[in-house]
């Protein structure tokens, strides 16, 4: 049977009823704003098969109600042509209330995208006046460092947040720029961040991604160890160093790579001082094995491994000579 809006008075308990799919409406506040078809497709199947075995929430706005819960089920149900769903109608809520529940109930089955999510983030911080990240986080259940990515995607220009939204660009991308590349700029050389400016250097790197120049988020931490290596060849804030004609390049040619631009500078360098941790470790390993060796044949073992290791990189290293 399904249930008349004026028979349930916002102030009743929580009731289970069959309602119109007609008389709801999907709640303008629902951060969730993409329904991918593939898995649309799979609920509907199974909503076919099965019915809708798990109740969508709502509350009563009027003569219609207002989806807190189950966006997905109710539009596989019109899609499918039934005319009613099981409902739980509930108090309204306030815009306040509406926001963290959705958060939390949403969050707790699968993520929303990464602009939907911080849209939302946006209008709850509006509407609640809290920023302090912890109690963000006590309030959405999103952790510390998905609420910075979030907030730093709410800063970014209107353009790039619709990059992120329409998956041209993720948001590790901007993240990554700006831990990588804007931030240790201004810190380390703020001459030449000062010189570009900030927005210059960001619509540098987003056309590197969009015309593919740049496709690998993970790459942009190699222009960290460039911006570090120039402050300190540089030696003072003001001073120049070689390796600013590597950044500058980076940002004022669009066909620079960040590969060719590490190589051709940092990479021998930073590369050494990897090896060289790895060195001291395999050290510290061949310590602790020749500390547990408990015979003289275990320890012979472990002398030859070594033995052998030492002989190799001598012979690597007279034939560079060479």
């Known amino acids: 049977m399904s249930a008349s809006p004026d028979t349930h008075a916002p102030s009743m308990m929580p009731q289970l009823n069959r309602i119109e799919t007609e008389l709801i409406d999907a709640n303008p506040g629902n951060p969730r704003l993409l329904f991918p078809e593939e898995e649309m497709e799979q609920l509907a199947e199974s909503i076919a098969n099965e019915g809708v075995l798990v109740p969508i929430v709502v509350y009563n706005q009027g003569d219609r109600f207002v989806l807190i819960d189950g966006e997905r ?5 019109r899609q499918l042509g039934l005319e009613e769903v099981p409902a739980v109608i509930v108090d309204a809520p306030d815009e306040r209330r509406t926001l963290i529940q959705m958060f939390n109930i949403h969050m707790v089955r699968q993520s929303w995208a990464d602009m939907p999510t911080a849209w939302a983030l946006k209008k709850l911080m509006e509407e609640t006046g809290i920023e302090r990240p912890q109690e963000l986080s006590d309030l959405t ?8 990515r979030l907030r730093h995607a709410l800063e970014l220009p209107d353009q ?15 993240w990554e720029l700006k831990r990588n590349v804007i931030d240790p700029l201004a810190k380390q050389r703020p001459r030449l961040a000062a010189e570009f400016g900030e927005n210059e250097v960001l619509d540098a790197f987003v056309q ?20 570090n290596l120039a402050a300190e060849d540089a030696g003072e ?11 500058r390049d980076l940002i004022k040619n669009p066909d620079a790579t960040i590969q060719d631009a590490y190589e ?5 360098i930073v590369e050494a001082d990897k090896l060289q941790r790895r060195s001291d470790n395999m050290l510290k390993a061949f310590e602790r094995l020749l500390d547990k060796a408990r015979s003289d044949e275990e320890r012979t073992h472990v002398r030859n491994v070594g ?11 007279a034939g560079q000579v060479q």
């Open 160 to 174: 790039y947040q619709k990059y992120i939204h329409d998956g041209d660009i993720p948001l590790n991308f901007f």
């Open 73 to 77: 089920r109710w539009r596989c149900a």
């Open 264 to 268: 051709d500078t940092v990479m021998v």
């Open 141 to 148: 259940g999103l952790s510390p460092e998905r609420l910075k």
């Open 237 to 247: 804030v003001d001073a120049d160093s070689v390796l600013d004609v590597a950044i």
């Open 208 to 227: 590197k991604r969009l015309h593919e120049i740049t496709t690998d988020t993970v790459s942009l931490r190699n222009v960290r160890p460039i911006i």
């Open 307 to 317: 033995t052998g290791l030492i002989n190799k990189l001598m012979a690597l290293i």
